[in-house]
């Protein structure tokens, strides 16, 4: 398995350069197309009895002319770093909601990357990681505000959990693991469980060594806290920069609601998340 085309989310934000660059690198690195997205939804107008079809109309061609001002911004920041790297690339934009765009072109990737925007941003460009995870079909890396990730981790903490999001995060994953310095594959659990947490992650690392990737099987019992924050722990004491692992979450009312490591890792993970559905 090789990732042959990313895809890679690109807005008006202040990550969005580096985001960019980070996705050209690893598209070099692995021969690679790039396809960058962006989207930009044009809001629409509250109107009254005293609003005249004029003054709709012009206010949807102010409306239009913002978005595409934005959709242009974003196409220059892709341009701008695109053009140092050798990987082929491509453009695609629309004037809609950036999450359901992305889910619907990551038809055309292997991999998807975003950026986690900080509470202050607020540009109308940002998209929802979660409801991208759930719906695209496919891995979507999730790179934290300000990061500056290695597109060879040193090392990669498989987050293992016995379920299918998990079972196809390792699957995803293994391009990235096949390049890591070091990977470990550790599972959380109560001490009654210790024993068959052996077993499964014995499975885990004998499945990734017959793929050409050298895995630590690791149990971590269980303490008090949240599993996320033992997780961030465990990957800075391993220095990983990278964390795999199954994205979960269930449909509500139309939207996701998502299981606490999930949420937990989407909103404060420091190092870059990969997630599977």
């Not at 139309?254 to 606490?260: A, C, L, S």
């Amino acid at each position: 398995m090789a990732y042959k085309t990313l895809m890679v989310h690109v807005d008006e934000g202040p990550d969005a350069a580096a985001r960019v660059e980070f996705a050209c690198t690893l598209a070099d690195r692995f021969d690679a197309a790039l396809i960058g997205v962006a989207a930009c939804p044009m809001k629409m107008p509250l109107t009254d009895p005293y609003t005249t079809g004029g003054m709709v109309i012009d206010f949807l061609q102010q409306e239009h002319d913002r978005a595409e001002a934005c959709i242009k911004q974003a196409e220059e920041i892709f341009n701008t770093a695109a053009a140092a790297h050798k990987c082929r690339t491509e453009w695609r934009s629309a004037l809609r909601l950036p999450t359901p765009v992305l889910a619907h072109e990551s038809r055309a990737a292997d991999l998807i990357i975003v950026g986690r925007d900080r509470p202050q941003d607020g540009h109308r460009q940002a998209l929802e990681p979660g409801d991208l995870i759930m719906n695209a079909g496919r891995p979507v890396l999730v790179v934290p505000p300000a990061a500056a990730p290695d597109t060879a981790p040193s090392g990669v903490l498989i987050a293992w959990k016995e379920s299918r999001e998990a079972r196809r995060a390792v699957v995803d994953a293994l391009p990235l693991l096949q390049i890591a310095a070091k990977v470990t594959v550790a599972e959380i659990c109560e001490d009654d469980e210790i024993e068959q947490s052996q077993r499964r992650l014995g499975d885990v690392a004998a499945f990734l060594g017959r793929h050409g990737v050298n895995a630590d099987p690791v149990v971590l019992p269980a303490q008090a806290g949240s599993v996320a924050d033992r997780l961030i722990a465990f990957a800075g004491r391993e220095r990983a920069g990278l964390v795999v692992m199954g994205g979960y979450g269930h449909a509500r009312m139309r939207e996701w609601v998502f299981g606490g490591a999930t949420r937990e890792m989407l909103g404060h993970s420091p190092v870059c998340c990969l997630f599977s559905h």
